[in-house]
């Protein structure tokens, strides 16, 4: 019923920049938190950066001043703008309802050195 689909993942050298899109469909999409999440082999899932209905943010600490979330509601769209990228940010990323109820399938960044 509710579908995420993450697009913009891909190569990139460290130092370089991507942007990640996700597109929401299936609920009203203006009053859901969103948020970005990844997921490296052999390690957990985590919080990435998250971005409220009113438009306030949070980040991971290995994120901050690298990484910006935002959202486009007429576009039912949230972003990941990712800056100044590093191996260690090699990862599936996935995006989700701030619930946590409904994921994408996931893009992956691979990000050499």
């Known amino acids: 019923q509710v579908q995420l689909v993450e697009s913009g993942g891909g190569l990139v050298q460290a130092g370089g920049s991507l942007r990640l899109s996700c597109v929401v469909s299936?609920?009203?999409?203006?009053?859901?938190?969103m948020g970005w999440h990844r997921q490296a082999p052999g390690k957990q899932r985590e919080l990435v950066a998250r971005?409220?209905?009113?438009?306030?943010?949070i980040y991971a600490d290995s994120v901050k001043g690298r990484f910006t979330i935002s959202r486009d509601n007429a576009k039912n769209t949230v972003y990941l703008q990712m800056n100044s990228l590093k191996p260690e940010d090699t990862a599936v990323y996935l995006c989700a309802t701030g619930s946590l109820q409904s994921w994408g399938q996931g893009t992956q960044v691979t990000v050499s050195s």
């Open positions: 971005i409220s209905a009113g438009g306030s943010t």
């Open positions: 299936g609920t009203i999409f203006s009053i859901n938190a």
